[in-house]
């Protein structure tokens, strides 16, 4: 969840200009994105559905071009950038960017990067043949972690678009098989690099796989991909996709990578149906072993990953995995002393990790360990568990975090993006990586996100380091709306000033009028309205009412 990754998107400004935004990404490797630019039934039960059907000759390069020249379109998302440190500010950073999706069935569902249309609640695309007309589309479902999203064309656009494309059928490109391709394969990407008007197409070779973080393992390729390819389909000799552009490496030639469609199909059912999928986690760490470790540990000493940790609440602890166990199967893989396996379909090994997100989510996988010298066979469902507490949060897809503001002082529903932006920042203490933990994600918690320059706050930032807070006038608080309870229940000792103690045990106490004249100074040279809890501690403690 927590992104290291450096990666630059390219965007297509509201005026026109090109501008840079910097977003992190997964791995120590610096990587460029190549971005560009903006649930339902069973795929069986689909009007049209996802065409995968075999081609039995191989087709030439520009006929595969002429076939899905309308089927390759440019997508626009109009970015409305929210404000993780004040959300009442959000609205001040938009601009657009420039991608490219394409057609999987004739009833509008197209696919791109999830990181085409994060956070842009309007997301169009446009044809060439069209010129600039637009046609909106909606977001059906996304996979943020392996960078990849589900749209359609809404229903009351697409026979109009079909008219004026005066076709009967918009033509959907054939999702392929990844797992065939070999290296020095030849491979064809379609798109709009650098966000010009017409398709583009750009042919190189499979180099090879490499596993990218997050996304997982992917399909490096010679073939030149740009700013604006993001999205856009790779296609094999026989016309059929099999990847998805996502990555080029910065200040590189002829290293960029592509997310394999096999990847993709594993999740389609569900990206139908669910609006956002999350990755997998089982729940361990584990660690390299020696053969020497595991003769002391009286285990096999051909394999096996030690298990350092099982996290509380996880699947690994549901199916009764133990700190101490060594896993040596999975799937009836062996598992070497690094973690790797060898499948039967692959020319190389492949991270146990990377092999288990490419399996298809509420799939049982099977793991044989040893306990003690004792073998042990046991089973582990792959599947979303219940959202917790603290987790990640995908603007316009998802309800906004709960926040209030008082005398200069933001304090939010802690996510892992404040953790993220912490750690960007270098302000992250050690104590509060432990929210990345699914143990510490089960209940919610409290964070100063923002202090105002100005703010009789700022005078106690330094308590604020880490900025977790835990008691608000005496009283334990882990929600918003627990913060504005204790706010107004004032404090006991004094009810002239607001206490606050943070989860390492810093200490202020401010006068609450202070913070109640600063919130007025605030509102008016920021434009922004005073909250009910301000209004409410207006009338209580008899002050004038705060004017926005």
């Given at each position: 969840?927590?992104?290291?990754?450096?990666?630059?998107?390219?965007?297509?400004?509201?005026s026109?200009?090109?501008?840079?935004?910097?977003?992190?990404?997964?791995?120590d490797l610096?990587?460029?994105?190549?971005?560009t630019?903006?649930?339902?039934?069973?795929?069986?039960?689909?009007?049209?559905?996802?065409?995968?059907?075999?081609?039995?000759?191989?087709?030439?390069?520009?006929?595969?071009?002429?076939?899905?020249?309308?089927s390759?379109?440019q997508?626009?998302?109009?970015?409305?950038?929210?404000?993780l440190?004040?959300?009442?500010?959000?609205?001040?950073?938009?601009?657009?960017?420039?991608?490219t999706g394409?057609?999987?069935?004739d009833?509008?569902?197209?696919?791109?990067?999830?990181?085409?249309?994060?956070?842009?609640?309007?997301?169009?695309?446009?044809?060439?043949?069209l010129?600039d007309q637009?046609?909106?589309?909606?977001?059906?479902?996304?996979?943020p972690?392996k960078?990849?999203?589900?749209?359609k064309?809404?229903?009351?656009?697409?026979?109009?678009?079909?008219?004026?494309?005066?076709?009967?059928?918009?033509?959907?490109?054939?999702?392929g098989?990844?797992?065939?391709?070999?290296?020095?394969q030849?491979?064809?990407c379609?798109?709009?690099?650098?966000?010009?008007?017409?398709?583009?197409?750009?042919?190189?070779?499979?180099?090879?796989r490499?596993?990218m973080?997050?996304i997982?393992e992917?399909?490096?390729?010679?073939?030149?991909?740009?700013?604006?390819?993001?999205?856009?389909?790779?296609l094999?000799?026989?016309?059929?996709?099999?990847?998805?552009a996502?990555?080029?490496?910065?200040?590189?030639?002829?290293?960029?990578?592509?997310?394999?469609?096999?990847?993709?199909?594993?999740?389609?059912?569900?990206?139908?149906?669910?609006?956002?999928?999350?990755?997998?986690?089982?729940?361990?760490?584990?660690?390299?072993?020696?053969?020497?470790?595991l003769?002391?540990?009286?285990?096999?000493?051909?394999g096996?990953?030690?298990?350092?940790?099982?996290?509380l609440?996880?699947?690994?602890?549901?199916?009764?995995i133990?700190?101490?166990?060594?896993?040596?199967e999975?799937?009836?893989?062996?598992?070497?002393r690094?973690?790797?396996?060898?499948?039967?379909w692959?020319?190389?090994?492949?991270?146990v990790?990377?092999?288990?997100?490419?399996?298809?989510?509420?799939?049982?996988?099977?793991?044989?360990?040893?306990?003690d010298g004792?073998?042990?066979?046991?089973?582990?469902?792959?599947k979303?568990?219940d959202?917790?507490?603290?987790?990640?949060?995908?603007?316009?897809?998802?309800?906004?975090p709960?926040?209030?503001?008082?005398?200069?002082?933001?304090?939010?529903?802690?996510?892992l993006?404040?953790?993220?932006?912490?750690?960007?920042?270098?302000?992250?203490?050690?104590?509060?990586?432990?929210y990345?933990?699914?143990?510490?994600?089960?209940?919610?918690?409290?964070?100063?996100?923002?202090?105002?320059?100005?703010?009789?706050a700022?005078?106690?930032?330094?308590?604020?380091?880490n900025?977790?807070?835990?008691?608000?006038?005496?009283?334990?608080?882990?929600t918003?709306?627990?913060?504005?309870?204790?706010?107004?229940?004032?404090?006991k000792?004094?009810?002239?000033y607001l206490?606050?103690?943070?989860?390492?045990g810093?200490?202020?106490?401010?006068p609450?009028?202070?913070?109640?004249?600063?919130?007025?100074?605030?509102s008016?040279?920021?434009y922004?309205?005073?909250?009910?809890?301000?209004?409410?501690?207006?009338?209580?403690?008899?002050?004038?009412?705060?004017?926005?």
């Amino acid at each position: 969840m927590i992104k290291k990754l450096l990666s630059t998107m390219l965007l297509l400004s509201i005026s026109g200009q090109l501008q840079c935004k910097r977003t992190k990404h997964t791995d120590d490797l610096i990587q460029q994105r190549v971005p560009t630019h903006e649930t339902t039934p069973d795929l069986k039960k689909q009007s049209a559905p996802i065409a995968e059907s075999v081609l039995d000759t191989k087709i030439k390069w520009p006929d595969i071009c002429s076939k899905y020249k309308n089927s390759v379109v440019q997508i626009y998302s109009y970015v409305n950038v929210f404000n993780l440190s004040d959300p009442s500010k959000t609205g001040s950073e938009q601009y657009i960017v420039a991608g490219t999706g394409f057609f999987i069935s004739d009833d509008g569902y197209l696919l791109t990067n999830f990181h085409v249309i994060s956070e842009a609640p309007v997301v169009e695309v446009r044809f060439p043949a069209l010129g600039d007309q637009s046609f909106e589309v909606k977001i059906v479902g996304c996979f943020p972690e392996k960078d990849f999203a589900l749209l359609k064309i809404k229903d009351s656009s697409l026979q109009s678009l079909k008219d004026l494309l005066k076709v009967n059928n918009i033509t959907p490109l054939e999702l392929g098989d990844s797992d065939k391709l070999k290296e020095s394969q030849k491979v064809m990407c379609m798109g709009y690099p650098l966000g010009q008007r017409n398709l583009k197409i750009s042919l190189g070779n499979i180099s090879g796989r490499e596993s990218m973080g997050e996304i997982g393992e992917c399909a490096q390729t010679t073939t030149p991909i740009n700013h604006g390819n993001s999205g856009g389909p790779f296609l094999d000799e026989n016309g059929k996709v099999v990847g998805i552009a996502t990555l080029k490496v910065e200040n590189s030639d002829g290293i960029g990578y592509f997310i394999p469609i096999n990847t993709v199909k594993t999740s389609l059912d569900t990206l139908f149906t669910k609006k956002i999928i999350k990755k997998v986690l089982l729940g361990v760490d584990l660690q390299p072993t020696t053969a020497e470790t595991l003769k002391f540990l009286g285990n096999p000493t051909d394999g096996g990953v030690y298990v350092v940790e099982v996290e509380l609440k996880s699947l690994a602890e549901k199916a009764k995995i133990q700190k101490g166990d060594v896993i040596y199967e999975i799937d009836g893989f062996k598992i070497d002393r690094y973690g790797y396996i060898n499948p039967s379909w692959r020319d190389a090994k492949i991270a146990v990790s990377d092999y288990i997100s490419q399996l298809k989510i509420e799939s049982t996988v099977s793991l044989t360990i040893y306990r003690d010298g004792e073998k042990l066979s046991l089973q582990i469902q792959l599947k979303n568990e219940d959202e917790f507490a603290v987790k990640e949060f995908h603007p316009w897809l998802q309800e906004a975090p709960d926040f209030e503001r008082i005398g200069g002082i933001v304090v939010a529903q802690l996510t892992l993006n404040h953790l993220q932006h912490f750690i960007n920042e270098g302000h992250c203490k050690q104590k509060m990586l432990k929210y990345t933990k699914i143990k510490h994600q089960q209940e919610p918690r409290v964070i100063v996100s923002c202090i105002y320059p100005g703010s009789v706050a700022l005078d106690y930032q330094p308590q604020f380091f880490n900025p977790i807070i835990n008691m608000v006038n005496d009283i334990e608080v882990k929600t918003v709306q627990d913060f504005r309870d204790a706010v107004l229940a004032g404090n006991k000792k004094n009810p002239d000033y607001l206490t606050i103690e943070t989860e390492d045990g810093f200490f202020a106490a401010i006068p609450l009028k202070d913070l109640l004249d600063e919130e007025q100074s605030i509102s008016q040279t920021n434009y922004l309205q005073e909250s009910n809890l301000v209004k409410q501690l207006c009338e209580k403690y008899s002050t004038s009412s705060i004017e926005s």
